[in-house]
């Protein structure tokens, strides 16, 4: 692997992990008063351009940190929804 995926790998792994756990804060307490429903869904869309355009450049730590951090913005996009 050379450097530069590495650094894209750990760049995507810090900024995805950093979601993490709000998620499961979230998920615990069934609660997302203080998220901006607004901000759940510019950055889901934000994430999936970044993803198809990861997919159409053929730059694998750009597809995986974003179609993780998409589905991490999906469950909690679903709990902000279910539970309002």
């Not at 692997?1 to 894209?8: E, F, K, L, Y």
């Not at 053929?58 to 902000?80: D, E, H, M, T």
């Amino acid at each position: 692997m050379d450097t530069i995926t590495m650094v894209g790998f750990i760049a995507g792994t810090l900024t995805t992990v950093a979601y993490v756990p709000q998620v499961i804060r979230s998920w615990k307490l069934k609660e997302t008063k203080d998220i901006s429903l607004t901000m759940l869904v510019l950055y889901a869309v934000g994430v999936s351009l970044w993803f198809v355009y990861g997919v159409w450049t053929n730059a694998l730590p750009i597809i995986v940190a974003n179609g993780i951090s998409l589905v991490l913005i999906l469950v909690l996009l679903g709990i902000k929804l279910r539970y309002r």
